[in-house]
């Protein structure tokens, strides 16, 4: 006796259900680490959704001074516009987050397939 199983539909279907929750992961992970950008106008936050290449697993906040405030999580970074404000916010946000991820991507997959 001889079995013959194609896998390329079920290959397809996985690809499918993995790209469409990076595109849902990369979402929340912008949602929730916005929640800790340091804020004045709203450049920064916003910079995320402009620059970031949802569903490649890029995230970018991209402005003069991201970089000197991401990597200076002791600077003094006002509360008045986000009183959660502070420098490496998406590793806050991972910290917060991270269960509630994996949760969301578990059931985006689990309904694609």
Do not use: C
Request: hydrophobic fraction near 35%; proline fraction near 4%.
């Amino acid at each position: 006796m001889r079995v013959s199983v194609d896998m390329q539909g079920a290959h397809r279907k996985l690809q499918s259900a993995l790209s469409g929750g990076q595109e849902v992961l990369d979402s929340e992970v912008i949602k929730a680490s916005n929640q800790y950008v340091p804020m004045d106008q709203g450049y920064l936050r916003d910079s995320a959704l402009q620059n970031s290449q949802i569903g490649s697993g890029v995230i970018v906040w991209s402005t003069p001074y991201a970089a000197r405030l991401y990597y200076n999580p002791h600077y003094n970074f006002s509360g008045d516009s986000n009183p959660n404000a502070q420098g490496l916010w998406f590793e806050a946000a991972r910290a917060a987050n991270f269960n509630h991820w994996l949760s969301i991507l578990k059931s985006h997959v689990g309904r694609q397939m």
